[in-house]
């Protein structure tokens, strides 16, 4: 599938994720200074939006129990949850952001 159209990058708020479908795939697109990051819009401990979720750095907290999850790898630091999220490549060109969603980066 390759790359495919997320957003636009003015779109995503600061300190905030921004809630985006790329070929069937629910994401939560984050953008720390210029780093965009691409991870599954579902916590893996219950079905809820990390989008829904507050941002700090390099990482997105579910709100409904806490869990932090590494924007780059998708690992959990801390519980309840121990399963990664998957994270997908992200590009950038002009004020598009990409994202792959055919091969993430991790997780199932
Ligand atoms: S649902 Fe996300 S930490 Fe529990």
Known sequence: MGFSRACALAEIPAGEALAATVDGVELAVVRNGDDVYAIYDECSHAAIPLSEGEVEGCEIECWLHGSRFDLRTG?????????????????????DVLVDVSTPLTGD
């Open 75 to 95: 690992k959990p630091s801390g519980p309840p949850a121990t399963d990664p999220v998957p994270t997908y490549p992200v590009r950038v060109e002009g004020d």
